[in-house]
């Protein structure tokens, strides 16, 4: 009779861990686009991408703030259309580019904080990212992802104007665009990128989007009525088990 119950008990404790693996859908909640002035730069001698100062179009996307995303108590307002802000960027190859005609490099995006011009409050800022810089061999354009789960990490997105709940599973989906004289990419010999030209450091125009999906925890209300039916039901199960025998 103890391990009937016992047994009950676990079914209802295996029902929450199933609730709460639900999984929450992906929001997309902000962009970035360039604004004329600056680059990013990738040092095809060291494999590092760095920029600062990068005059950039951000904005939040309003779709994407249906779910877990909230203003700080007292904070600034959100505002969905274009701010102008500026973008500082840092990133670190942890091995080489490989693979033709396209190219993939494991890599780190160290840290990265966008600004906004005037009052320099806090747009959004993030670090320590494993990610993947790719390229097409050949081809002008450069991508910077760090991808959803399973794939991803957790980036620890901060800002002065969004309050990220609970630990925030992320995605960077960044793209870079050489100016203004596109020179095609290669792999060099010492597992960078590097322009066919032989290798100065390339200048590059970033652009970008920002998505996140809130790590699967059921809302409060919904744990205590499934906690409250299975355990009733499995009180229930034992009791008319109690009287059978």
């Known amino acids: 009779?103890?391990?009937?119950?016992?047994?009950?008990?676990?079914?209802?404790?295996?029902?929450?861990?199933a609730i709460s693996a639900i999984p929450a859908s992906a929001q997309t909640f902000a962009s970035f686009l360039y604004d004329g002035t600056g680059n990013v730069t990738y040092d095809n001698a060291t494999g590092n991408l760095t920029g600062s100062g990068i005059?950039?179009?951000f904005s939040f996307n309003s779709a994407g703030f249906g779910v877990g995303l909230l203003q700080p108590p007292g904070g600034p307002s959100i505002g969905f259309g274009n701010t102008a802000a500026t973008l500082t960027v840092t990133g670190h190859r942890t091995g080489n580019a490989v693979g033709n005609p396209g190219a993939a490099q494991p890599y780190v995006i160290d840290?990265?904080?966008i600004l906004r011009n005037g009052d320099n409050a806090n747009l959004l800022s993030g670090s320590a990212a494993p990610a993947s810089l790719t390229a097409t061999i050949g081809g002008t354009t450069m991508?910077?992802?760090?991808?959803?789960?399973?794939?991803g990490t957790v980036i620890n997105f901060s800002s002065a104007f969004v309050t990220f709940p609970f630990s925030t599973n992320a995605s960077i989906a960044w793209t870079f665009t050489q100016p203004p004289t596109p020179v095609g990419i290669i792999v060099a010999g010492n597992g960078n990128y590097a322009k066919e030209n032989g290798g100065n450091p390339i200048p590059l125009n970033p652009a970008g989007n920002f998505t996140y999906i809130p790590s699967a925890v059921p809302e409060p209300g919904t744990v205590a009525l499934f906690s409250s039916l299975a355990v009733c039901g499995s009180v229930f199960g034992f009791r008319r088990l109690r009287r059978k025998q």
């Open 1 to 17: 009779m103890h391990l009937r119950k016992a047994l009950s008990l676990g079914i209802a404790a295996g029902i929450l861990a």
């Open 55 to 57: 005059a950039v179009q």
């Open 111 to 113: 840290s990265f904080t």
């Open 143 to 151: 991508g910077l992802t760090s991808s959803l789960p399973p794939a």
